[in-house]
């Protein structure tokens, strides 16, 4: 089935120590999403890739980054995590285009925890 | 600006309906959604109405748009216990701006049996 995976789906990490959060999509979808979501909050996005274009969301604090070096993959990359960046993070995937609404696709998250 | 509004926790028995209720600022708008996470889960889209629309049903769900009001829900027939979970609300300015979804805090569905 295609879907969007998200990997590992727990991580832990030390405070300032730099850790990745991995998206997979088989939907071949022209657009990645990555979302921050904090205890009992809504979504928040940080950033999206439209094909290779990043559009990062105006504040998206710089310790964030992201890669996209394929279609099918997307890598959020936190430098220096703090506690407060301990979250869900969530990944969406989009066809852009092919639709007249944009239904986006959600992987199952990744629940960080700093130490 | 964006802001989307819902209330936190509604509380109903199986079997009855159940309505979730949300509020939205940006009158530009051209999709609004509803969308459930189950614990531990990504979002899963419910469903969607386009913004001239008033109504859309779908088999259990009906949504209602009060576009004057920017008062946007969802209503559940004959709810069950799986039908537990969050539900958001969220606003899209459409594939022009990339379909950036602007959510709303969640609403907590506790189905009694």
């Known amino acids: 089935d295609a879907m969007v995976i998200q990997n590992p789906r727990y991580q832990v990490t030390q405070f300032g120590k730099p850790v990745t959060l991995s998206c997979s999509q088989t939907l071949n979808h022209n657009v990645m999403y990555w979302y921050q979501q904090k205890s009992s909050q809504a979504p928040k996005l940080l950033f999206h890739?439209?094909?290779?274009?990043?559009?990062n969301e105006a504040d998206t604090p710089d310790n964030f980054q992201s890669r996209r070096p394929n279609t099918s993959f997307c890598f959020l990359d936190i430098r220096s995590p703090g506690l407060g960046d301990a979250a869900m993070y969530l990944c969406?995937?989009?066809?852009?285009?092919?639709?007249?609404?944009?239904?986006?696709?959600f992987g199952p998250g990744t629940r960080l925890t700093v130490l | 600006g964006e802001d989307v509004e819902q209330s936190l926790f509604l509380s109903v028995r199986e079997g009855d309906s159940s309505v979730i209720n949300c509020t939205y600022t940006?009158?530009?708008?051209?999709?609004l959604y509803w969308y459930k996470q189950e614990p531990g889960a990504g979002l899963q889209l419910l469903t969607y109405i386009f913004s001239n629309m008033d109504m859309k049903q779908d088999q259990r769900l009906t949504v209602l748009l009060n576009k004057k009001d920017k008062h946007l829900s969802l209503r559940i027939a004959d709810t069950q216990t799986g039908d537990s979970a969050i539900y958001f609300c969220?606003?899209?300015?459409?594939?022009?701006?990339?379909?950036?979804?602007?959510f709303g805090q969640g609403t907590t569905l506790q189905v009694k049996p």
């Open positions: 969406a995937t989009a066809g852009a285009g092919q639709m007249s609404y944009n239904e986006q696709f």
């Open positions: 969220a606003e899209s300015m459409g594939p022009s701006n990339t379909g950036k979804l602007i």
């Open positions: 890739y439209y094909d290779k274009d990043f559009n």
């Open positions: 940006d009158s530009s708008s051209t999709y």
